[in-house]
Structures are given as C-alpha cells and as structure tokens.
C-alpha cells in the first residue's frame, strides 16, 4: 500500500505548490498592479491617510483638512471660504473624487508627487509623516471678496475674472452662484445628499458650473473692442477721432434688415471713439462687415478665441464663426449671432489693451512647494500674443477711457486712477425674449502708468426688470469694487 | 533536543535495545515556539492599531499557552511517541488564527455589519473545546484501530449529519448555503464533522473490501470495474452525499468528500484506473451540478471574471447576487506585496462579511505579504506531510487509510479554500483549518489532529514483542482489533 501513499504524498505536495505558484502570481508579479487598480479602494485609504497640502492666497490657506470620526478615510478637505474660492480651488471630494487645482496638482497635494521623493524619503528617515505639498496661487484675496460680494449682491448669476495685465496672473476668479466644496468632501450620506442637492437636474442655477472659465456667453458690445482693434490693426484707422464711413439707418450687407442701434445716438459717420463711448452697433457692425470674416476671425484669434486655455484650470474656447457673409460678420462684429467668449476671454481682451497689446497667458498657479516650502515650480510670465501694436493698443485705450470718463462706463470711475472700459448688453435666447446679459470690460491705469488690473464681468440675472439691465449699471460697479481692491492691496 | 525516553515496556522487550525516540522534548521545544510567535504577533497588531502593547497580551499569551501545555501533557501521557510536528503546527496556526481574527475584530467597518468584535474571545473558546475534544479523543480512543468497528455506524453517522441541515427549523440558509444548523444561538457547520465520520467509514469499508475492488473486476474499455456488489455500498453513500450536497448548494464539501472518497480508494485498491475513473466522474458531476444550480454558476462566473462582478455589485439596480468579494481579496493579495503592510495595516476588512471566515487568507496575504503567506501555506503542506508520512508508517491498513484519508482532506480542504480565495479555482465557501474563525471546523480540525496523533503514537510506537512474522502488515491484518489476543 505504500506505493500509492508515496504518490498521493506528491499529489498533495502538487497541490501545494500549485498554491505556491498562484500566491507568487498574485503577490510578486501582479502585485503592482492590483495595488494600484483605481477601484481598490486602499488607494483611496492611502490618499486620505494624510493631510492635504494647501492652497495658498496670498499667504494664507484657503484649505484645510480635518480628521474624520468615522469611516477609513482618516482625512476630509475643509475649505475656507468654500463657494468665494470654488471656481479656483474645484473640490477634493473622497465620494466624487476632485477638480480643478485639487485634480491637476494632486500630486503635489498629496504628496505623491515624485518632485516630494526626495522630501518624502528624509520624512520618512526623520521619523515625520508625509505631508503634502502646497499650491500657491497668484488671487488677490482682496479682489475676490470684491468679486464674489458683488455678484451676490446683485443675486442673479454671474462671473468675474481680474488679471494682472502684464504678466497674466489671474487675481481675481469668480462665480455665482457657488457652492461649499466643503459640504461634500466626506464620504458619509450627508455628502452624497449635499452633492446631489447641488447637481444641476435639482438645482437649475447649476451652481457647481465654474461661469469664469467653462461657460461661454454672447459678449455683446463689449465685443466691439475687438473690432476696433481690427478696425486700426489693419490700417485703414490711424487715430481714434477719424471719421468713420457709417450711414444711418444702415442696412446690413445682402439682406434688407436695418442694423439697430440701441436709442437716438449720434453714430452717423461718428468717430470710432464717440461710436464706442455711444456703443453704437451701426458703426463697428459696417467696420465689421468692411473687413470682412477672415480679418475678424484672425483678430479674435490673436485675442485669445477659438482655442482652450489651461490656467492650469481648463478654460472653454471662446468662439468667433468663420465662413460667415457680411451680415453674420457685422452682427458678430458687435458680439451677437455666434460670438460668444468665457469671461476669462473678455478678460484677456481688456488685459492686452491695457498692456499695450501684448497679452500674456493667463495663470493662477504662481508656485509649488514642499511642505517646507521649499519651492518647485515656479510659474514664469508667458506672452501668448501680441494682437495689437503698442501705438494702436495706446490708441484703443483712449477710447476705452472716454467710455467711462464721459461714456456708457461712468459707474465703474474711480478717484485719482485712469479706468478704461466698456459696457456690453448681449441679447440672449429666440428673438431675444430672455433678459439680456450685462457686461463690463474694464482696466485701471495708475498715475505712473502701470496697469494693474483688467476686469470681465458677466451677470446674467433672470429677475431684473429688463429695463435696468445693462452693462454700465448692473456689472461696472462690481468691476470698479474689483479694481479698487486690487490697487488698494497693491499700495 | 530529543530524548530517548524508553518506557518499562520498551525496556523489558527482548529486542528492545535499541531505544525509538519519543521526541516529546522537540515537540514541547517547538512548541515554545507556536506560541510565542503568535504573542509577538498579538503585540505587534496592538502596536500598529492602537499604538500600544494590547491590554489581554498576557491573559492570550496565557491561555494559548495553557492549551498547548494541556495539549502537550496529553501527549506526552497518552501518546508518548506521536509525531512531535503535529501539535506545535496546528497549534502555531490556530494561535496565528486568533491574531488575525483580534485584528479583524477591531475594523469598525466589521463591527458596524457585526461580522467581528468579541470574535477572538469566542474563537479562544472554540479553540478551548476543540483541544479538549483532541485531549478526549488520546484518551479514550487508545487504539485507532477500535474506530474499525463503528463502520457502519460512521456511514449512518456521516449521513445524519450532512442531512441534518435540511431538517426544517435546524438548518439555516447562511449567504446562499446551507450548510449550516442553528440551535439557538448557536450555528454548527456539520458538514466539518461529517468529513471525520466519512473518513472512518470508508476506512472501515475499503479495508474490507479492498481485495475485491481491486482483484474481482472485470475489464471494460481498459478500466477494470469492480463488481456491483462491492462498489455499489460506496457509491450509494457517495451519490447520497452529492445529492445531499447539491441540495444545500456547497460544492466545495462535495469536491472534498469525492477527493478523499477517490483518494482512499486508490491506496485501497493500488488500481491507477480509479483515478482516472474519479476525475471523470468528478469533471462529470461539476459539470451536471453547474449547469442547473444558479449558486455554482455565480460562482464560476466570479472566478473567470472577479472584475465584473465587482462592478455588477457596485451597480444601482442590478438584480441577482453579485459579489465583490473575490476582486477584494485579489487587491487584498496584491496589496500586500513581497513582504506585506505587516500586521493591522491592511485594509482586507474591505471584504467585509467573509474576512473572517472563508476569507481570513487575504488578511494574511495582505498584511504578511508574499513572504508570510508562503510560509503559511509550506506550515499547512507540512500538516500533511506529517499525515502521509503518518500513513506510511502505519502498521495497518485501516490506519493508514484513516491516516490518508483524513491527510487527503485536509490537504484537498487547504487547497479548494486557499485556491478559491486566490483566484486559482471557482470559490467554494469553506473555511481555512485553524484560521479561520468558526467553532465548527476548529474542533472538528482539533479532533482530525487528535486521530492522526493517535495513528502516529501507533505506528512509532516500538514493537511490543518481536514480530512473529517478517510481514508485519500481514500479521497484524490477523489481529482483529485491539481486544484481540497478540499474535505471539
């Protein structure tokens, strides 16, 4: 009987190494990759485990983490300020992952960035926990409180976007209405509650939506800067006061529809200056159509159109049609038919204006460092284009600043500081039977000549009384509390 | 380390000059080491999980060294020359089991779905009566052998036991098998114990009737079949406990009970033939079972695609039962790594209501790593080896048919769980011997221990008078049992 107890021996010795063998598969060769499968949940546990680096305004947090009673995610986001600073920081959620500077430098966040290995590795060898990195970000905390107070004030929704002409830094990233990336951070009912009640199919205001960078409105008249840069860039306008070719009634190129103006303003053969300090749509429409699409097109192009910008945040492309006739380019022209730009995009319009047309690339990551601060990156200024030259852009801003020194623009004047502007009413939905939007571009000048900021706001208010929507009166006042902010902290 | 104790029998035999060690002093030293590994092991979840020495180290330390005392000291009275690997191996598992099982016991997500909290204090208990039940079984079970006489009572034994779970009112259907009875509070898995009762009884019957198995056969088709009336006992013992299997819907016991079954037979008979004839009957019966029993195809389903079922479970309004458990356990193995996160700082609790139980590996393979569970599986392939070797050495053919016979089991047992658990082969729902937590399977484990202990102090025994015969097997095939008069 021993012969076949040998070979149930070596059978079972088999089935031995059978297990051997798979427990090598799983654990040795294969380890890797489960460890690190997306849907296993340690990685989640892993990333919770520890406190988030910070993003940081002006030199105070803007985040924070807390520790968390139950569950296994040992740390939850907390945010300060939650719905003023949503549209820059997004949302670091453990249920609904995150967005935005919490998603693009989460590596940083959490530390697992291989920039921190060497960091990490003398944590680790000092006994210290690992700890994130931080974000530094170039907002003007001062000028967001302006922003945001702003547009909540005004109660309908909204956006804000203040750049620093000459490099690009994004000082002020508004939107209303917000939310608290707080309310959602953990992972418990409450959360997913709070995430759902935020959703835009039970909250039409849809106030997860960043209106700064992700949504494109029809920029109206405020469009007509882009025009006039145009209209000078390509030679046939050497000055401000030159009389325009511009007949009224006009009837727009191949069709028999007059071009409106809004009420009896003097546009007929005005200078290019009184037809923007007017806003007249005859005017810039007929230069419009004169240059034609492609010149248009290559203008708003230069501006910043038709192409997405990574603040590092994602922002839409602004959109300027091509293709168009005469007619669709004269209404484009003044910023209906199919123009339509994120406030970011005005933004950067009135920013190259005012930085003698040069336009920087916009940003709002100034910096990354170790949790000892101890720097990474660092973010260089970068000129993205030149869509005007220094005389022409010098030309423009002296229209700009007849808008709000005798203009559409007076509310957003400001003592002892040169502000440039311009007010747009962008009609909106079939026939324009909605509320129109209210626009309002702007830049502040101070006595020496620097340019601190340039202002897109955007409010599109569906309560107002139709009447009282315009650019000069709903949005100018809160660009002006903006650019106050900004030139107040800079003093 | 080992002694040469010679008992006063040995001393007076005529041919004993030459002394067999007893090897009691190697196992108390091994021992020695089966439980304070686990201590360490106890302080080290402590330390990771709460940042200090657990406050019961001392009273576990105590107890699981009490019980392997009291283990040893039956040893050493009742079965002086047994194995001396057995105990401290078994012992080292279940001390190990009872490790992971605190440590499970302090996941709050386990508390919240009451799957652990207080388990290892019951787990102490079940290891408390299932050693007793081994101390039992070397004291009133002094000669395997008597075991021979209870054949047929085993098989009525054994078919009692796999039935009671239909018994309306008895059995309870616990996540889809039912292979479990409730008394009370109380959930005995009988099924662990039937695996000991079978194991006697086809022991008992195949020692009988092995020359007939293996000589009176007719040849069909290259296989020699043996005659109806020999087979026919067992296959009706066999078939009934597939039926009985398929009805409670454990696969896993029926492959474990068909394996030993076709195991014995083939020592029984040394016919290459039955081996080829049980895999197709096995191939044959899995493939029957799975084509019209819903619970063996989700199951096959989640071993050819773990991933999937993982999302279906995840899915709002997915109907049927899904689980994740398998794909957990996965990402629990590969977690782990070489070397592991060490223990406590895994996170296998993840698979929720099995960690403790079928899935008890992953915490192991998770928080050991490669490296622990390795040594792990080589402890369990050690268990059986000692068994075989057990077999080998037996003098009878009843005991070295028990003796691989409940080897075999416990072998098959190990790999179908281990091999479930790992994604080697379709997940069948038994636990891992002395790991896991469950009172049923470490007692009945205790005992299967106790019964190999008492083959083994058997065989190693040196001969109480020179053999008769240069045939030893031969002769003692005479001797009917153990009252039966030494043939001198």
Not at chain 1, 37 to 45: H, K, L, P, T
Not at chain 1, 48 to 54: I, Q, S
Not at chain 2, 332 to 349: D, I, K, P, V, Y
Request: charged share 15%; proline share 5%.
């Amino acid at each position: 009987m021993n012969k076949p107890l040998r070979r149930i021996a070596i059978f079972c010795g088999l089935l031995v190494l059978a297990l051997l063998i798979r427990d090598n598969w799983l654990q040795y060769v294969k380890a890797d990759e489960l460890r690190t499968a997306g849907d296993n949940r340690r990685v989640a546990i892993e990333r919770y485990a520890a406190p988030r680096g910070d993003i940081i305004v002006d030199g105070e947090p803007i985040t924070g983490s807390v520790e968390t009673k139950a569950g296994d995610f040992k740390y939850k986001r907390t945010y300060k300020n939650g719905p003023m600073w949503a549209p820059v920081t997004g949302y670091s959620s453990q249920a609904f992952d995150s967005t935005q500077l919490e998603k693009i430098n989460d590596g940083i966040l959490t530390g697992n960035d291989d920039r921190l290995f060497f960091r990490n590795t003398l944590d680790m060898l000092t006994g210290k926990p690992k700890q994130g990195g931080n974000v530094v970000t170039t907002l003007n905390a001062a000028a967001q409180k302006a922003a945001y107070a702003g547009l909540k004030n005004q109660g309908g929704k909204g956006a804000v976007v203040a750049l620093e002409p000459s490099t690009g830094k994004i000082l002020s990233l508004a939107s209303y209405p917000s939310y608290d990336p707080s309310s959602f951070a953990g992972s418990r009912d409450g959360d997913a509650a709070a995430w759902g009640k935020l959703q835009k199919k039970s909250d039409s205001a849809d106030p997860m939506l960043n209106r700064a960078l992700r949504e494109t409105y029809p920029p109206g008249s405020t469009f007509k800067v882009v025009t006039a840069a145009a209209a000078l860039e390509s030679g046939k306008y050497s000055s401000a006061d030159q009389k325009t070719d511009s007949p009224l009634p006009w009837v727009m190129p191949g069709t028999q529809t007059e071009l409106k103006n809004e009420g009896n303003i003097p546009c007929k053969d005005a200078t290019m200056r009184v037809a923007l300090q007017f806003s007249c749509n005859t005017v810039f429409g007929k230069i419009g159509a004169d240059l034609g699409n492609d010149k248009m097109l290559e203008e708003a192009k230069k501006f910043g159109f038709t192409s997405e910008h990574f603040t590092p945040t994602r922002a839409n492309a602004s959109v300027f049609g091509k293709d168009m006739n005469d007619s669709q380019t004269a209404l484009s022209s003044i910023g209906q038919f199919d123009t339509a730009a994120t406030p970011l995009q005005m933004a950067m319009v009135a920013s190259a204006v005012a930085n003698d047309g040069k336009l920087m690339k916009p940003y709002m990551v100034d910096s990354l460092q170790s949790s000892g601060i101890d720097p990474i990156e660092k973010t260089e200024p970068q000129e993205l284009n030149q869509p005007l030259s220094p005389g022409n852009a010098q030309i423009l801003q002296s229209m700009m600043e007849t808008v709000v020194k005798d203009g559409t623009g007076k509310n957003a004047q400001i003592n002892g500081v040169t502000v440039g502007g311009k007010t747009g009413t962008a009609q909106h939905g079939v026939e324009n039977s909605e509320n129109p939007y209210a626009w309002f571009i702007s830049y502040a000048k101070l006595p020496d000549h620097s340019a601190p900021v340039a202002v897109a706001v955007v409010i599109e208010d569906d309560n107002a009384v139709r009447d009282d929507i315009s650019g000069g009166g709903l949005a100018a006042p809160i660009a002006k509390n903006v650019m106050e902010a900004v030139i107040n902290s800079k003093k | 380390m080992s002694s040469t104790t010679n008992t006063p029998t040995h001393q007076t035999s005529t041919i004993g000059s030459i002394g067999a060690p007893s090897r009691r002093n190697t196992e108390l030293a091994l021992l020695i080491f089966a439980v304070v590994i686990p201590v360490f092991a106890y302080a080290n979840v402590g330390l990771a999980l709460n940042d200090q020495v657990p406050a019961g180290l001392l009273g576990y330390g105590f107890g699981l060294g009490l019980l392997a005392g009291v283990a040893h000291l039956a040893v050493r009275k009742f079965a002086p020359y047994a194995d001396p690997l057995l105990l401290p191996l078994a012992t080292l598992l279940n001390g190990l089991g009872l490790v992971a099982i605190w440590r499970l016991d302090q996941s709050k997500l386990l508390q919240s779905i009451h799957v652990a909290g207080g388990k290892a204090t019951n787990q102490l208990i079940y290891t408390a009566m299932g050693i007793t039940l081994f101390v039992v079984v070397l004291i009133f079970l002094k000669e395997h052998r008597t075991l021979q006489r209870y054949t047929y009572i085993s098989m009525v034994v054994a078919l009692f036991l796999l039935l009671l779970p239909l018994v309306p009112g008895l059995g309870a259907n616990v996540y889809g098998a039912k292979i479990w009875i409730q008394i009370g509070s109380f959930t005995i898995q009988p099924g662990e114990f039937a695996k000991i009762v079978l194991a006697v009884f086809f022991a008992g019957y195949l020692m009988v009737k092995r020359d007939a198995l293996a000589l009176a056969s007719r040849r069909f088709m290259g296989l020699y079949l043996p005659r109806g009336r020999d087979l026919g006992p067992i296959l009706v013992v066999w078939f009934i406990s597939i039926l009985i299997l398929v009805f409670e819907t454990d696969l896993g016991t029926s492959l474990l009970f068909f394996g030993m079954f076709v195991i014995m037979l083939y020592v029984a008979t040394e016919r290459t033939s039955w081996i080829v004839f049980g895999l197709l009957m096995s191939a044959a019966g899995a493939v029957g079972v799975a084509s019209f029993e819903p619970h063996i195809q989700v199951r096959v389903q989640a071993w050819l695609n773990p991933f999937h079922e993982y999302e279906l479970s995840r899915t709002p309004g997915v109907t049927g039962v899904h689980s994740d458990q398998l794909q957990q356990a996965l990402w629990a193995f590969g977690s782990g790594g070489t070397l592991g996160t060490g223990w406590g700082q895994g996170h296998s609790e993840l698979i929720r209501f099995a960690a403790n139980s079928d899935f008890i590996l992953a915490t192991f393979g998770e928080e050991l790593g490669l490296a622990g569970l390795m040594a792990i599986l080589l402890i369990y392939g050690l268990i059986v080896e000692r068994g075989v070797r057990t077999a080998l050495a037996a003098r009878d053919p009843f005991g070295k048919m028990l003796a691989v016979g409940l080897s075999g089991a416990f072998a098959l047992q190990v790999f179908v769980v281990a091999g479930g658990v790992m994604g080697l082969i379709p997940l069948t729902g038994m636990t891992m011997p002395f790991l896991a937590y469950g009172g049923s399977s470490v007692i009945a484990n205790w005992a299967l221990i106790g019964i190999l202990i008492r083959i083994s102090d058997t065989a190693r025994r040196p001969a109480p008078s020179p053999a008769a015969s240069p045939d030893a097997e031969m002769t003692q095939i005479v001797r009917p049992g153990a009252t039966g008069p030494d043939p001198q």
